[in-house]
């Protein structure tokens, strides 16, 4: 166990729906950071989100969007869904510092779009 | 634009047998973690390694990183069947903790 929590654990979403994925950080982290996982392949970075700020991004698509809440929760929505968005999302907490320690990641979202 | 790339993708071995994974990276880096994935689960951080020539052991597993060459390996020391996952290698461009994962290794061990 890890202390991340997100939340739904699958969902199923029709072609052009908007979805929220949440997710809890560990306590004491308080830098959030997205990614999607396709069937197969590496995570890749969506993006990152440090004190309720946008603090860098990936090659995703601004239908792709996020939040940081003062608790250091964070959200994902998608909109405009498309079928190559079915994927594993991750959510990952970490602490902000010149030491940089490993991303704690959550059990993740299943998100299939149909 | 970084890219991190593993080999081999796929991996079969015999328990006791040693094995090495690579993985390349193509901007300067400090910064290489792996993580493990089992099947239809979440990342479990194995090592993060901060400096060119840092070297971590856990158990059968033993990483090392060389930032001149852009290159991290995972060895695998007389293999048993829990090894069996997915390997992931992971770069962090930033120093913030926003990873490029490599394209994974699948690890089976046969008994």
């Known amino acids: 166990e890890t202390g991340v929590t997100q939340s739904p654990t699958h969902l199923i979403k029709t072609r052009g729906q908007q979805v929220t994925l949440r997710c809890s950080s560990q306590s004491g982290h308080n830098t959030v950071s997205w990614y999607q996982q396709a069937l197969g392949q590496g995570p890749q970075f969506i993006f990152q989100y440090y004190r309720e700020e946008e603090n860098g991004r990936g090659n995703f698509p601004p239908r792709f969007s996020g939040l940081q809440f003062p608790n250091y929760s964070s959200e994902l929505n998608v909109n405009a869904l498309e079928l190559d968005d079915s994927a594993l999302y991750l959510c990952?907490?970490?602490?902000?510092?010149?030491?940089?320690?490993?991303?704690?990641f959550g059990q993740g979202t299943r998100l299939t779009v149909v | 634009e970084l890219k991190v790339e593993q080999n081999p993708l796929f991996l079969s071995m015999q328990e006791g047998k040693n094995y090495t994974i690579y993985c390349n990276y193509s901007?300067?880096?400090?910064?290489l973690y792996w993580y493990r994935q089992d099947p239809g689960k979440s990342l479990e951080s194995l090592f993060v390694?901060?400096?060119?020539?840092a070297v971590k052991q856990e158990g059968r597993l033993m990483a090392s990183l060389d930032t001149k060459a852009r290159l991290s390996t995972l060895h695998i020391t007389a293999a048993v069947h829990d090894l069996s996952a997915t390997y992931f290698c992971a770069v962090d461009k930033n120093t913030g903790n926003q990873f490029y994962f490599g394209t994974g290794t699948s690890l089976t061990v046969i008994p």
């Open positions: 390694l901060l400096s060119n020539g």
């Open positions: 901007t300067t880096s400090d910064r």
């Open positions: 990952a907490s970490s602490p902000r510092g010149p030491l940089n320690t490993e991303a704690f």
